[in-house]
């Protein structure tokens, strides 16, 4: 899995096992650190090696390993440290994924920007190699997962007549709807929705010239609402749902001081190659995420500037 591994990276990351195994083969699943606890309930999610916390199990597990998998992501910079263990591998290297513009780093490759997701290409991927009956609930339901949370629950536009022609025959194959969903969405905190009414109320600014809204919040907000990995998933959507907003951004500020970003944006307004030109990252179209140097308040700055410099085409659409 890529590195803050999502719901689909670990959705499917953890249904490819399930698979792989059925037919017989020994997997290790690796995630270059660790994700949040409403995507501990997938099965499986026990054998899942945390490289930050075990490097050495991590490490071993590439050394010996005949294929490599690239779930997720399709740039080596996303894995974090497990970069020197697969550098050195000579494993056959397989990459299946939905992001944008694919490194070459692979003997295979298994891509589709047209997919949902990558949990709904471990689909398409387990049925044109003839193994469809083979899908059980274990497969069913990381999938499911990996499917309605990189789709915000089937509504962004990367879905398809297809994803839920895939989502129909997981559920076929004992994937649990209701189940998934609750695990997903109802395991909240009480502090953390109060973190997000605080964000919402105090932290989101509103700009409807540029059709544009943000959020920040530093590490003391965080610590003040005991922050845990995952705790403002989604909050970048908050400012979008306003009425005429068509681009958002959240920042928060890490422990090391690093200002992470995650940005949404809502039709031909391109959040990928905004993120990759001025914010260090990447990601789809809609949906994409960086990271800043500077401080909260020169970021922000920065940002604004920005604004001015997209207003037109912000406001065209
Ligand atoms: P999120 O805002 O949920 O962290 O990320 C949104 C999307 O952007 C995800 O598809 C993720 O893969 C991508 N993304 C987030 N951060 C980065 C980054 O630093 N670099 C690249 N290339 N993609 C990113
Ligand atoms: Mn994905």
């Not at 945390?50 to 490490?59: L, Q, R």
């Not at 294929?67 to 697969?86: H, Q």
Request: aromatic share 10%; proline share 3%; with cysteine.
């Amino acid at each position: 899995m890529h590195k803050s591994p999502d719901g689909d990276a670990v959705g499917s990351s953890l249904g490819m096992k399930h698979y792989l195994e059925k037919i017989g083969h020994t997997v290790s699943v690796l995630s270059p650190n660790g994700y949040p606890e409403f995507l501990k309930w997938m099965p499986g999610n026990k054998s899942v090696i945390d490289f930050e916390k075990t490097p050495s199990p991590a490490n071993q597990a590439i050394a010996k390993a005949e294929l490599i998998i690239f779930l997720d992501f399709n740039s080596l910079t996303r894995i974090g440290g497990l970069d020197k263990a697969v550098k050195k591998s000579k494993a056959k290297r397989l990459i299946i994924d939905h992001h944008p513009q694919p490194e070459d780093f692979a003997d295979f490759v298994f891509h589709n920007t047209g997919a949902s997701s990558t949990a709904e290409l471990v689909y398409d991927f387990i049925t044109l190699l003839g193994d469809n009956k083979k899908i059980h609930k274990d497969i069913a339901n990381c999938l499911y997962a990996g499917i309605m949370t990189d789709t915000g629950s089937f509504r962004f536009a990367s879905t398809t007549a297809h994803t839920h022609d895939v989502v129909a025959d997981l559920m076929r194959h004992g994937a649990e709807a209701t189940k998934v969903h609750r695990f997903v969405d109802d395991n909240n905190r009480d502090i953390r929705l109060r973190l997000l009414g605080y964000a919402v109320m105090e932290k989101m600014k509103i700009f409807p010239d540029f059709a544009t809204g943000f959020i920040t919040l530093t590490q003391s907000e965080l610590k003040r609402f005991d922050y845990k990995e995952g705790d403002t998933e989604g909050l970048v959507n908050e400012p979008i749902s306003v009425k005429g907003i068509v681009f958002s951004a959240l920042f928060t500020e890490q422990l090391d001081g690093e200002i992470k970003i995650s940005f949404r944006s809502k039709d031909s307004f391109d959040v990928n190659l905004f993120a990759r030109k001025h914010f260090n990252g990447g990601g789809h179209k809609n949906a994409a995420g960086g990271r800043s140097d500077l401080s909260m308040d020169e970021t922000i700055l920065k940002f604004l500037n920005l604004l001015s410099e997209y207003k037109q085409e912000l406001k065209g659409k």
